[in-house]
């Protein structure tokens, strides 16, 4: 969760939320109070406020938000209220008043705009924050217009100091009566059609198909006789334990931790259902799937690039992204990425979901994170279309730690993996790339055999694997 705006009215049941959002992200909170004990009213409505909190939050009261940023790193941080800081800013720029009716004038139009400036700057600056950061706001115009020219400016200040909040935040929630109502983007991001345009298209109609990614080899004899054993069992429906208790037993994780999926491609489809994430990025040039399956669920999607070589740079990732997918080796650069780096991706408050479908291609499967349980909102997505060369039985998995394992179980679909891909999957996940034959080798047209990799093992991240050969048909499809 990335910046967030709470709104509502007078004891809506705002601030309750915006606390137990905070909660859940597990991390210290700052609390920035932006209110002042200036009667004993006000004293007790403070006193009540914190008595809610948790001991362990820190309370920072101030009339300066944006001093608050600073030193922060580490918590997420909770500004409350919006409206009290604009009090505090009308104060400061004289823009209070007495008076019943008072035009700004060309002084308060310089004041009102050089206020709602720090607004924004606060807004864009907490937008860039890896930790989560909430903005109570009090909902502004449910009311008559009141007498009085102060009342009427903090109405005006409040109603466009919340649109500029919600031009940066990621969500808006507004609260009415304790109960909250998400609302929607101002604009639905745009379903692009390139990216469900797969060289597949291209390529059936061909001599050669160049467009899927597969070892272009026979299968072994107990993969045949697994996908036959899959079509004896047909007449019932399918059961999922036994292969999801042995691929959890290969990678050392629980069976709880194995989501089962027709080909690694729903995966992406599940993921972006169940989680709904606020502020999704995708690395590129990648598999375009994951961003189509977001864009189709109404999510926004931005876009981080790989820098030269096509090395994936961490900071070229937007520190609010709450959603991050990258695939290692990636398709179609081949390039693998340390692990080291991928590590350096996760966050609090970010899931980051890394594509491995080419992952037994690699000797040993090195840089492999499918087994590393201990980094919180990793999801791991497995195939076995390219080494087994499976495509058209769309057998898949994706590994999670159970909290995010359960969110997509809940909206996967009855049986949405039939038999046979259910005994390919237990048996593949019986053995490694070692079940098919010269996995470190590729052959080259010409028929003669080099290394998969180049240079010594430690720069083997810098160096992709070859698959425009004969032994494994390149291409882009998933």
Same mark, same amino acid.
């Given at each position: 969760? $990335? @910046? ?6 007078? *004891?809506?049941?705002?601030? !309750?939320?915006? =606390? #137990?959002?905070? %909660? +859940? /992200? ?76 008072? $035009? @700004? ?6 004041? *009102?705009?050089?206020?709602? !400036?720090?607004? =924004? #700057?606060?807004? %864009? +600056? /907490? ?352």
């Amino acid at each position: 969760m $990335p @910046l967030a705006l709470v709104t509502g009215g007078t *004891r809506s049941g705002k601030s !309750e939320l915006a =606390e #137990r959002l905070l %909660a +859940e /992200a597990g991390l210290p909170v700052r609390y920035v109070a932006t209110g002042s004990a200036a009667d004993a009213e006000m004293e007790e409505r403070i006193a009540l406020h914190r008595a809610r909190r948790p001991a362990d939050w820190e309370t920072l009261e101030t009339r300066d938000p944006l001093a608050a940023l600073a030193g922060a790193g580490g918590r997420a941080l909770l500004l409350d209220s919006l409206g009290g800081w604009l009090a505090a800013l009308m104060e400061e720029h004289r823009l209070m008043t007495a008076e019943p009716v008072a $035009p @700004l004038g060309d002084e308060g139009r310089r004041a *009102r705009a050089a206020l709602l !400036e720090r607004v =924004e #700057r606060f807004a %864009a +600056e /907490a937008a860039t924050r890896a930790e989560p950061t909430v903005i109570v706001a009090e909902e502004a115009g449910l009311g008559p217009v009141p007498e009085g020219a102060a009342a009427r400016r903090f109405l005006d200040l409040l109603g466009e100091a919340a649109q500029l909040v919600s031009a940066k935040t990621a969500r808006v929630l507004l609260v009415v009566a304790g109960r909250a109502l998400e609302l929607a983007p101002a604009a639905r991001p745009a379903l692009l059609p390139e990216l469900r345009f797969h060289g597949d298209e291209l390529g059936r109609e061909a001599s050669e198909d160049h467009a899927v990614s597969v070892v272009d080899e026979d299968r072994p004899a107990w993969l045949e006789g697994a996908l036959a054993a899959g079509l004896r069992v047909s007449a019932r429906y399918p059961d999922e334990r036994p292969a999801r208790e042995t691929i959890a037993r290969r990678h050392g994780r629980s069976p709880e931790e194995v989501v089962l999926t027709n080909g690694a491609n729903e995966s992406f489809w599940l993921l972006a259902a169940a989680l709904r994430p606020h502020h999704a990025v995708c690395v590129h040039p990648s598999y375009s799937e994951p961003e189509a399956a977001l864009r189709a669920h109404g999510i926004a999607v931005e876009r981080a690039f790989r820098g030269p070589g096509f090395a994936l740079d961490p900071a070229a990732v937007p520190g609010g992204a709450d959603l991050l997918v990258t695939g290692n080796p990636n398709n179609p650069s081949g390039t693998l990425d340390p692990s080291a780096t991928l590590t350096r991706l996760a966050r609090p408050g970010r899931t980051l979901v890394v594509d491995e479908a080419f992952m037994e291609l690699v000797p040993g499967e090195a840089e492999s994170l499918a087994g590393r349980a201990d980094i919180p909102d990793l999801v791991v997505v497995r195939s076995l279309t390219k080494l087994w060369s499976l495509p058209g039985v769309r057998a898949g998995y994706l590994l999670a730690p159970r909290r995010l394992a359960r969110a997509i179980e809940r909206i996967r679909p009855s049986w949405n993996v039939n038999s046979v891909a259910l005994c390919a999957l237990r048996e593949c996940a019986l053995r490694t790339a070692e079940g098919r034959s010269a996995p470190s080798g590729w052959r080259t047209h010409g028929g003669a055999s080099r290394p998969a990799w180049h240079g010594s093992p430690a720069s083997r991240a810098g160096h992709p694997p070859r698959t425009s050969s004969s032994r494994v048909r390149a291409g882009v499809g998933g």
